[in-house]
Nanobody, 114 residues
């Protein structure tokens, strides 16, 4: 079993930046991939970015060039640096870990102020 604790969400203005972090804990697990999904009202959950054990990263087209995912394998943490935020980035963001079972964080809200 893996527990995920997220931090870093909050209200931000368009054009601003925010950093989300997620720490994984538990016993006897090997992480294959860590990433972030988001769920906006009225939309399906989408993969925002992830990073696999070898360091290969994936970004959704909508965030390329603005978001950066990073991972600390020694601490089992993953972070998402979000720059140049847009109103369409408003969503609940969920940390995800694959072991290869899927584990999810509780979600953190990223609302964009008008």
């Amino acid at each position: 079993q893996v527990q995920l604790v997220e931090s870093g969400g909050g209200l931000v203005q368009p054009g601003g930046s925010l950093r989300l972090s997620c720490a994984a804990s538990g016993s006897r697990f090997t992480i294959n991939a860590m990433g972030w999904y988001r769920k906006a009202p009225g939309k399906q959950r989408e993969l925002v970015a992830n990073i696999i054990s070898g360091g290969l990263t994936y970004y959704a087209d909508s965030v390329k060039g603005r978001f950066t995912i990073s991972r600390d394998n020694t601490k089992n943490t993953v972070s998402l640096q979000m720059n140049s935020l847009k109103p369409k980035d408003t969503a609940f963001y969920y940390c995800n870990v694959q072991t290869p079972l899927y584990f999810w964080g509780q979600g953190t809200q990223v609302p964009l102020s008008s």
